[in-house]
Nanobody, 116 residues
């Protein structure tokens, strides 16, 4: 399974970005998908997840600002990020968990920088 993130960049505080994660080589619709992020000097942390049944979970720090979604027809995961803050600056990683093989796959990450 290959995961390729896109959509990162530089944005001012209060701005928006939409990340995408294109999956290939597997059965996207059965995967438990998620977004994680890692800021410099910090551990990787969960941002949001979405199950194959479209149940979602968000970190408290992004609730009400970020929205995770998936399009199984396009094998793509999204993260809509609004009202961005400087503390959202990090490398954002896409994750896929195959529930039958109990294997997690990671993308290469995309940089999000929130700065004025």
């Amino acid at each position: 399974v290959q995961l390729v993130e896109a959509g990162g960049g530089l944005v001012q505080p209060g701005g928006s970005l939409r990340l995408s994660c294109a999956a290939s080589g597997g059965i996207f619709s059965i995967y438990h998908m998620g977004w994680y992020r890692q800021a410099p000097g910090k551990q990787r942390e969960l941002v949001a997840t979405i199950t194959s049944l479209y149940n979602t979970l968000y970190a408290d720090s992004v609730k009400g600002r970020f929205t995770i979604s998936r399009d199984n027809a396009k094998n793509t995961l999204y993260l809509q990020m609004n009202s961005l803050k400087t503390e959202d600056t990090a490398v954002y990683f896409c994750s896929a968990i195959d529930p039958f093989k109990a294997i997690r796959y990671w993308g290469q990450g995309t940089q999000v920088t929130v700065s004025s």
